[in-house]
């Protein structure tokens, strides 16, 4: 089983948007996944009470407390969505069981200022415990200066930059009724499948 944590400390910077759309992706391969919730909100939950009974389906999940942080059996791939805040002792218990921790950050100095010290304490961690961790770039618009500041700071980061995923209401839509980008036709939605290339490449390593 393969356990893939969507983490950041800071809220809204798109965990819910990037968690679903990884479990859509790994649904659509084939595999048995469950989308672990831990996060107070239940975003993720309420999403998945969206989904039409058709898509291909998706496991709900309340993680939101420790003790129930182990997905029933038969689970091949489990997707984590993490509350904001998470650090500390939090933070290194999701960290235990995770496989894979993607980091999404979007194009803010608010959002830039408040992941820096997240990104130094996964530094710290991931020395010893070796862990595949990629940021994605969430909402970016490449024309605008908040764009570069974004590039800007992912280029001193000692973690990989998966991709940069544009700022698009295909997102917004496809979430109001519990899908992702591979519940629908490609040709709806080609521009963002070629963005999500290195992420899914990289969930497949």
């Not at 649904?27 to 998945?48: E, F, I, K, M, N």
């Amino acid at each position: 089983m393969t356990v893939i944590v969507v983490a950041n400390p800071k809220g809204g910077v798109g965990k819910s948007t990037l968690s679903t759309q990884v479990a859509g992706y790994l649904a659509r391969r084939g595999h048995t996944v469950l989308l672990g919730d831990s996060d107070r909100q239940q975003s993720a939950s309420r999403w998945l009470a969206l989904r039409p009974k058709q898509a291909r389906p998706i496991v709900t999940w309340d993680a939101s407390h420790n003790d129930n942080l182990k997905p029933p059996p038969g689970t091949t791939h489990v997707v984590l969505d993490t509350p904001a805040g998470l650090h500390g002792r939090d933070l290194k218990e999701v960290l235990k069981r995770a496989d894979k921790l993607l980091i999404p950050l979007q194009p803010s100095v608010f959002d830039i200022m408040a992941t820096q010290d997240f990104v130094a304490e996964l530094q710290e961690r991931r020395r010893s415990v070796g862990l595949p961790i990629g940021v994605v770039g969430m909402r970016v618009d490449a024309r605008t200066l908040s764009a570069e500041k974004l590039r800007a700071f992912v280029q001193g980061l000692e973690l990989p930059v998966l991709t940069y995923l544009r700022d698009t209401q295909n997102y917004i839509n496809l979430a109001g009724q519990g899908l992702t980008l591979f519940d629908v036709a490609p040709g709806r939605v080609q521009r963002d499948l070629e963005q999500w290339l290195p992420i899914c490449h990289w969930l497949e390593q």
